[in-house]
Structure formats: structure tokens, C-alpha cells
């Protein structure tokens, strides 16, 4: 059984930090694309950072960029991200998504989200 579980987040004031996790299991995590995506309230779900299968290419939305870092444990199967200088534009539900294609088929795996709260 596939399972994505995020945590670490919560609420925290302007300028503070946060490190999210999210621990897979079910799925060879190392064949696996990781990233980060978030939605705020009224909003679509955007994508904020993607880190590839041994972590040696990452990409960040120009939202977070110079703030944030996505990194991955392979042996621990975990996938983080490392927030800084949070914003109160950063409040929105995280989610971590796991993502691999081949020729046969697509497999995309979301988390349950985990809320992230910043204060002014």
C-alpha cells in the first residue's frame, strides 16, 4: 500500500522557519520524483519545489526561490523541505507527490496534506 505522510507543519510568524517531511512507503522511493506542491484557500494547487530521484537536480517556483530547499534521504525514504523567511503568502496546505513514468504507464501519488500557517 502506497503511503505518503507529511509532517512538520503548523503555525508560525512571519519571518520564521519550517522543515516539512513527508516518509513514503509502498514504492521504490529512489525511482521516484519528489516534490512539494501547496494550496491556499480559493486558490489552485501550484508546485513549489521538485528535487529528481537522487536529489542531484532541483527546481523551485520563483515564489520560494532563495527561501526554500527541497532535499531527499533515499536510505530513509523521506523527502523534505526546508522553508525560510516564511511569508504570510505562504499559508496553504502542503503536499508531497511522488511521480514516475515509463513507457507502460504513469504513477502519481499524493499525500494528505499538511497545513502551514504564517502570521503577520
Known amino acids: 500500500q502506497v503511503q505518503l505522510v507529511e509532517s512538520g507543519g503548523g503555525l508560525v510568524q512571519a519571518g520564521g522557519s519550517l522543515r516539512l517531511s513527508c516518509a513514503a512507503s509502498?514504492?521504490?522511493?529512489?525511482?521516484?520524483?519528489m516534490s512539494w506542491y501547496r494550496q491556499a484557500p480559493g486558490k489552485e494547487r501550484e508546485l513549489v519545489a521538485v528535487?529528481?530521484?537522487?536529489?542531484?537536480?532541483?527546481t523551485y517556483a520563483d515564489s520560494v526561490k532563495g527561501r526554500s530547499t527541497i532535499s531527499r534521504d533515499n536510505a530513509k525514504n523521506t523527502v523534505y523541505l526546508q522553508m525560510n523567511s516564511l511569508k504570510p503568502e505562504d499559508t496553504a496546505v502542503y503536499y508531497c507527490?511522488?511521480?514516475?513514468?515509463?513507457?507502460?504507464?504513469?504513477?502519481?501519488?499524493w499525500g494528505q496534506g499538511n497545513q502551514v500557517t504564517v502570521s503577520s
Open positions: 507527490n511522488a511521480r514516475r513514468s515509463t513507457l507502460a504507464r504513469n504513477f502519481n501519488y
Open positions: 528535487i529528481s530521484y537522487f536529489g542531484s537536480n532541483t
Open positions: 509502498g514504492f521504490t522511493f529512489s525511482m521516484y520524483a
